[in-house]
C-alpha cells in the first residue's frame, strides 16, 4: 500500500471548469511535493470532472471524488476531508491560487511552533489574473474577539494539524454561509487557537456576481452567523459587528486589484526552519 503523503489538500468544486486549471497547476507548483490534491466535485453540470481526470491521469496525487448530489461547499469539504490521508489538511477553492512556496512555508511554521492551525497573508486578484492588490492579512492570533472583529483569514490560508484536531469537519450552517469563520467559531470554541504565518502566499480571485461580491448579503449574513451559530446577545454582537463591517469595508476598498501581478511573482518568501519538514516526510 502507498504511504500516506503528509498533506491532503482539499478542494470542492463545482462548474469551477475554466478556471480550475490555474488552481490544480499552482498545487502542483508547490515546492514542497509529499500531498494529494483531492478535488470534491459537488454535482457540476459542466465539464468540471473531466478537467480534474484529465489531470490525475498525469500527476497520481491528484484524486476526483464525486458527491452523490449537490451538497454546498461544507458538506463537499467535509467528504474530501473524510477521504484525506494525510497529517495536515489545507484547504483551496476551485478559482483561488497559491505560491510555489505554500506548503513549505506552512509546514516548517506550523511544525517548528506547534500550533493546531495557523492561515498566512494572501492578496486579491482579478478575475483574469492581471492585477493584485495590497496585502491582506488577519490578527496575529485568531481568538473569539479577533474572529469576529477581524477579516483575513479564508479558507485559502489554513494549513490543519489533523493529529491535534482529529475530529475536524466543518459544521453545518445552511442556509447561513461563511462556512470558514463557523468552522474557526467551532474550532476556536473547542480550545483551538489560530496562528498567522507573515508571508504573501496566496492569491483570492474576485469572480463577478459571486457570494463575497455580494457587499450588503454578506453584512448581513455576518450578522444572523452572530446571532444565531454564535449565539451572541444583541449587544455584543451589534458591538463586534460593527467593527467587522468597518474592517471589511477597509478590507475590500484597499485590497482591491490595482497592481500588475508579474510584479508580484517575485515575492520572496519568508524562511522559517525549513530543516523542520523533512523529517516529517520519512
Given at each position: 500500500?502507498?504511504?500516506?503523503?503528509?498533506v491532503?489538500v482539499?478542494?470542492?468544486?463545482?462548474?469551477?471548469?475554466r478556471?480550475?486549471?490555474?488552481?490544480?497547476?499552482?498545487?502542483?507548483?508547490?515546492?514542497f511535493?509529499?500531498?494529494?490534491?483531492?478535488?470534491v466535485?459537488?454535482?457540476?453540470t459542466?465539464d468540471?470532472?473531466?478537467?480534474?481526470?484529465?489531470?490525475?491521469?498525469?500527476d497520481?496525487?491528484?484524486?476526483?471524488?464525486?458527491?452523490?448530489r449537490?451538497?454546498?461547499?461544507?458538506?463537499?469539504?467535509?467528504f474530501?476531508?473524510?477521504?484525506?490521508?494525510?497529517r495536515f489538511?489545507a484547504l483551496?477553492?476551485?478559482?483561488?491560487?497559491?505560491?510555489?512556496?505554500?506548503?513549505?512555508?506552512?509546514?516548517?511554521?506550523?511544525?517548528?511552533?506547534?500550533?493546531?492551525?495557523?492561515y498566512?497573508?494572501?492578496?486579491h486578484?482579478?478575475?483574469?489574473?492581471?492585477?493584485?492588490?495590497?496585502?491582506?492579512h488577519?490578527?496575529?492570533?485568531?481568538?473569539?474577539r479577533?474572529?469576529?472583529t477581524?477579516?483575513?483569514?479564508?479558507?485559502?490560508?489554513?494549513v490543519?494539524?489533523?493529529?491535534?484536531?482529529?475530529?475536524?469537519?466543518?459544521?453545518?450552517?445552511?442556509?447561513?454561509?461563511a462556512?470558514?469563520?463557523?468552522l474557526?467559531?467551532?474550532l476556536?470554541?473547542?480550545?483551538?487557537?489560530?496562528h498567522?504565518?507573515?508571508?504573501?502566499?496566496?492569491?483570492?480571485?474576485?469572480?463577478?456576481?459571486?457570494?463575497?461580491?455580494?457587499?450588503l448579503?454578506?453584512a448581513?449574513?455576518?450578522?444572523?452567523?452572530?446571532?444565531?451559530?454564535?449565539?451572541?446577545?444583541?449587544?455584543k454582537?451589534?458591538?463586534?459587528?460593527?467593527?467587522y463591517?468597518w474592517?471589511?469595508?477597509?478590507?475590500?476598498?484597499?485590497?482591491?486589484?490595482?497592481?500588475?501581478?508579474?510584479s508580484?511573482?517575485?515575492?520572496k518568501?519568508v524562511?522559517?526552519?525549513h530543516?523542520?519538514?523533512?523529517?516529517?516526510?520519512?
Amino acid at each position: 500500500m502507498n504511504r500516506s503523503p503528509l498533506v491532503s489538500v482539499v478542494t470542492p468544486v463545482f462548474n469551477a471548469s475554466r478556471l480550475l486549471p490555474e488552481t490544480i497547476t499552482s498545487v502542483q507548483a508547490q515546492t514542497f511535493t509529499d500531498w494529494e490534491h483531492l478535488l470534491v466535485d459537488d454535482g457540476s453540470t459542466d465539464d468540471s470532472a473531466a478537467v480534474v481526470q484529465a489531470a490525475a491521469k498525469r500527476d497520481s496525487r491528484i484524486r476526483l471524488l464525486r458527491t452523490p448530489r449537490n451538497l454546498g461547499p461544507s458538506e463537499a469539504r467535509n467528504f474530501g476531508i473524510d477521504a484525506a490521508r494525510g497529517r495536515f489538511v489545507a484547504l483551496l477553492d476551485s478559482d483561488d491560487l497559491w505560491l510555489s512556496p505554500k506548503l513549505e512555508e506552512s509546514l516548517a511554521w506550523i511544525l517548528s511552533h506547534g500550533y493546531d492551525f495557523i492561515y498566512h497573508d494572501y492578496r486579491h486578484i482579478s478575475y483574469d489574473g492581471a492585477r493584485v492588490g495590497r496585502l491582506v492579512h488577519g490578527p496575529d492570533e485568531l481568538n473569539l474577539r479577533t474572529l469576529h472583529t477581524r477579516r483575513g483569514t479564508g479558507c485559502l490560508t489554513a494549513v490543519i494539524d489533523r493529529d491535534r484536531i482529529p475530529s475536524l469537519r466543518f459544521p453545518r450552517v445552511a442556509p447561513l454561509h461563511a462556512e470558514d469563520f463557523c468552522l474557526w467559531s467551532q474550532l476556536i470554541r473547542q480550545g483551538h487557537i489560530g496562528h498567522r504565518l507573515a508571508a504573501d502566499l496566496a492569491r483570492y480571485r474576485l469572480v463577478p456576481n459571486s457570494r463575497s461580491a455580494r457587499k450588503l448579503e454578506s453584512a448581513r449574513n455576518a450578522w444572523q452567523v452572530y446571532r444565531q451559530f454564535s449565539n451572541l446577545s444583541f449587544t455584543k454582537a451589534g458591538f463586534w459587528w460593527l467593527q467587522y463591517a468597518w474592517n471589511a469595508f477597509w478590507l475590500h476598498r484597499l485590497a482591491a486589484p490595482r497592481f500588475d501581478a508579474l510584479s508580484f511573482e517575485g515575492v520572496k518568501p519568508v524562511a522559517y526552519m525549513h530543516d523542520v519538514v523533512p523529517r516529517f516526510r520519512d
